[in-house]
């Protein structure tokens, strides 16, 4: 996947190893990314992995938390 500088604007989108940094990187999509994005994570990630992130978050909005535990749930 080749991210948006707008995406991750806090750094270099080239640099975003997005094993090493899943965590950082579904967060940021969850909130921030465009459907294909969120395609993406939904299909690259694994859902508990994307739940932990949703349980867990360090900067989600709510509204986006309680969305994704929405899904999450219908999954």
């Keep these: ?3 948006r500088q707008e995406l991750f604007w806090d750094v270099n989108p080239e640099n975003i ?3 090493k940094n899943a965590l ?8 921030f990314g465009r459907d294909k994005e969120v395609r993406w ?3 690259f ?7 932990e992130v949703v349980d867990n978050p ?3 909005r709510s509204r986006t938390k309680n ?3 929405l899904m999450l749930q219908n999954n």
């Design 1 to 3: 996947m080749e991210f």
């Design 17 to 19: 190893d997005v094993e």
């Design 24 to 31: 950082y990187v579904i967060e940021r999509v969850l909130d």
């Design 41 to 43: 994570v939904w299909d």
């Design 45 to 51: 990630y694994d859902k508990s992995l994307i739940q």
């Design 58 to 60: 360090r900067r989600l």
């Design 67 to 69: 969305l994704w535990r």
